[in-house]
């Protein structure tokens, strides 16, 4: 049974860092890209970022330079360290996986299997 859980979101000032986790279970980890897409309230999904089988990583054009993913296959957990966090980055994040081994450009925002999510508020 494929599963995501994430965890790290908290309420930060602008400016501010933040490192979110998914654990995953339930498939062959090291042979499948991962992603991470957001909701906020009153606007569209977007796909953040994602990270393929070979660590390519690729992400959203408001993000570049400021979140880094990255994957962890002794603990079947993929990483998302955000620096120089906006207001506008404010949403629900979720991670997910379509069982895919490459990830789309530019980054997907649904999946097959996703998390429950977790609340990152960026607000002074």
């Known amino acids: 049974q494929v599963q995501l859980v994430e965890s790290g979101g908290d309420v930060v000032q602008p400016g501010g860092s933040l490192r979110l986790s998914c654990v995953t279970s339930g498939f062959s980890f090291d042979y499948y890209s991962i992603g991470w897409f957001r909701q906020a309230p009153g606007k569209e999904r977007e796909g953040v970022s994602c990270i393929n089988l070979g660590s390519s990583t690729y992400y959203l054009d408001s993000v570049e330079g400021r979140f880094t993913i990255s994957r962890d296959s002794a603990k079947k957990t993929v990483y998302l360290h955000m620096d120089s966090l906006r207001p506008e980055d404010t949403a629900v994040y979720y991670c997910?996986?379509?069982?895919?081994?490459?990830?789309?450009?530019?980054?997907?925002?649904?999946?097959?299997?996703r998390g429950p999510g977790t609340q990152v508020t960026v607000s002074l």
């Open positions: 997910g996986t379509s069982l895919y081994s490459d990830c789309d450009d530019p980054v997907r925002s649904d999946y097959r299997f």
